[in-house]
């Protein structure tokens, strides 16, 4: 696992699918997932992991949600940031369609 570089932009101010950048002002949309039981990202909490998705040939960053977040009660273990509903629609499709290469369960 790389380490983040200071220098870098974090990831989830880009969209997940899009790459564009996301105003901190504008409304944002998000969308949620489980992980499967036993995948324990606890030491990631906060931090981007790029999730390539081999079927859609494209790798997107997931946000590891924090504990004690709104996003973990809702019960979402990864979160991706996008900037808009069409955005939101495609990249869920692409999750959906490549779920089992990385061990995502559910999305919410
Ligand atoms: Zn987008």
Request: overall charge positive; charged content about 30%.
């Amino acid at each position: 696992m790389k380490k983040t570089r200071p220098k870098t932009p974090p990831a989830w101010q880009r969209c997940a699918w899009c790459d564009k950048r996301i105003d901190p002002e504008a409304e944002v949309f998000g969308c949620g997932a489980r992980t499967i039981p036993g995948i324990d990202l606890s030491a990631k909490e906060g931090e981007a992991l790029p999730l390539y998705l081999a079927l859609s040939h494209r790798t997107v960053p997931a946000l590891v949600v924090p504990r004690d977040s709104q996003a973990k009660r809702e019960g979402n273990d990864l979160y991706f940031l996008i900037c808009s509903e069409s955005c939101g629609r495609v990249l869920k499709e692409a999750l959906e369609r490549d779920k089992e290469a990385f061990g995502i369960m559910s999305l919410n």
